[in-house]
């Protein structure tokens, strides 16, 4: 009997296991995880969340580090991560030591979350240093040349965001089964 490596399901011997279901579960973790890193997030917390999100249950941090054969370590720090996102939660089973956890399975409320998470931490912090740096570049008195072009070019940004903050605003409303309609799409599994 072996175990398979992300899945955690047992081989009882030949013709017992689908091995094509495990395959498509490794591939789908390996892919998200290399997908994470070029969306700027760290590989293994890519890993991570795809392992949650394809289990039928709950995984506890044991697991984990088992399927993904990671340290305790890495695998604490990531799931805080991800629950820092919000794009997992904690479960506490009666009678269980451990903890569990669970992602956020509905598509378009995890879809949602990342992007309200990435506006809050990369898109607001240059917001404000944009508005401030413009804001100082008006209360400078003065005619060097430079200074009316830097004006310029950073009331375009400042205005061109504004108008992609209010535009994300518009496209992801509180309910997600509201986006097909703004959009006037129809969209399957929100009918």
Do not use: C
């Not at 279901?21 to 700027?40: C, I, Q």
């Not at 794009?87 to 009666?94: D, G, P």
């Amino acid at each position: 009997m072996t175990a398979d490596r992300l899945t955690g399901t047992r081989d009882a011997g030949p013709g017992t296991r689908d091995p094509g279901l495990d395959d498509l579960r490794e591939r789908f973790v390996l892919h998200w995880g290399e997908m994470a890193s070029t969306w700027g997030i760290n590989r293994t917390m890519g890993q991570i969340h795809a392992l949650l999100y394809i289990s039928p249950e709950p995984l506890s941090a044991d697991d984990i580090v088992e399927r993904l054969k990671i340290s305790r370590g890495n695998a604490s720090m990531n799931l805080r991560a991800l629950e820092d996102w919000g794009v997992i939660q904690r479960v506490h089973y009666t009678g269980e030591r451990r903890e569990y956890f669970r992602p956020l399975t509905e598509v378009w409320e995890l879809f949602r979350t990342i992007v309200r998470e990435r506006k809050r931490r990369e898109f607001d912090p240059t917001m404000r240093s944009l508005r401030s740096f413009l804001s100082d570049a008006e209360s400078l008195e003065g005619d060097e040349p430079g200074l009316e072009v830097y004006r310029e070019r950073l009331a375009g940004l400042v205005s061109v965001l504004d108008v992609l903050e209010r535009a994300a605003e518009q496209l992801l409303p509180r309910d997600p089964h509201d986006l097909p309609k703004l959009l006037e799409v129809s969209v399957e599994g929100l009918d």
